[in-house]
T-cell receptor
Framework: KAGVTQTPRYLIKTRGQQVTLSCSPI?????VSWYQQTPGQGLQFLFE???????NKGNFPGRFSGRQFSNSRSEMNVSTLELGDSALYLC?????????????FGPGTRLTVL | DQQVKQNSPSLSVQEGRISILNCDYT??????FLWYKKYPAEGPTFLIS?????DKNEDGRFTVFLNKSAKHLSLHIVPSQPGDSAVYFC?????????????FGTGTRLTIIP
């Protein structure tokens, strides 16, 4: 069974631009969560989607948004990029979104903002 | 407010010995705990989990212990192998539908010395 895939793997943008990251969960998984990893803050929860609905959101500004499609694939968008948005963005999927199943992570998208 | 804490940023252990990684939490609502291993340039890999109704869970060389009264959990790896060298993250969630959000510790870098 294929794992969680994320595209692109690496991205370089400049301040003020916007970016869209994509995540394909494991087949059959319905919950997709996004995390930001930075050296200083560790892994921080961004949001979670289940059946195309955002169910939970972390403490990030409105510039960070996401969506989920009917096939459970998810995208996250960051508008008006800032230098501090440089991070590894990780997507994780889980089977049924009950909160009692392990989440499986993709390899991440490394975003660099210049 | 760091709700999940891993107070040891790094740990070095001789190959063949036991590695013990510790994690403390403050949120009494946490009901499900997970350990992840992370190699550079990869997403976290799920290792083992434990529900709050248990105090121990074992999977091969990995055992997780949970002390709810102390709000403390630990991961034991025995025997330690060179391939275990990685960053280990402790994570916690309240569990239940809509609670896919994982709160992560800052990680412990484990180095196994051959």
């Amino acid at each position: 069974k294929a794992g969680v895939t994320q595209t692109p793997r690496y991205l370089i943008k400049t301040r003020g631009q916007q970016v869209t990251l994509s995540c394909s969960p494991i087949s059959g998984h319905r919950s997709v969560s996004w995390y930001q990893q930075t050296p200083g803050q560790g892994l921080q929860f961004l949001f979670e989607y289940f059946s195309e609905t955002q169910r939970n959101k972390g403490n990030f500004p409105g510039r960070f948004s996401g969506r989920q499609f009917s096939n459970s694939r998810s995208e996250m968008n960051v508008s008006t990029l800032e230098l501090g948005d440089s991070a590894l963005y990780l997507c994780a999927s889980s089977l049924d979104g009950t909160g009692y199943n392990e989440q499986f992570f993709g390899p991440g998208t490394r975003l660099t903002v210049l | 407010d760091q709700q999940v804490k891993q107070n040891s940023p790094s740990l070095s252990v001789q190959e063949g010995r036991i590695s013990i990684l510790n994690c403390d939490y403050t949120n009494s609502m946490f009901d499900y705990f997970l350990w992840y291993k992370k190699y550079p340039a990869e997403g976290p890999t799920f290792l083992i989990s434990i529900s709050s109704i248990k105090d121990k869970n074992e999977d091969g060389r990995f055992t997780v212990f949970l002390n709810k009264s102390a709000k403390h959990l630990s991961l034991h790896i025995v025997p330690s192998q060179p391939g275990d060298s990685a960053v280990y993250f402790c994570a916690a969630t309240p569990g239940g539908s809509g609670n896919e959000k994982l709160t992560f510790g800052t990680g412990t870098r484990l180095t196994i010395i051959p």
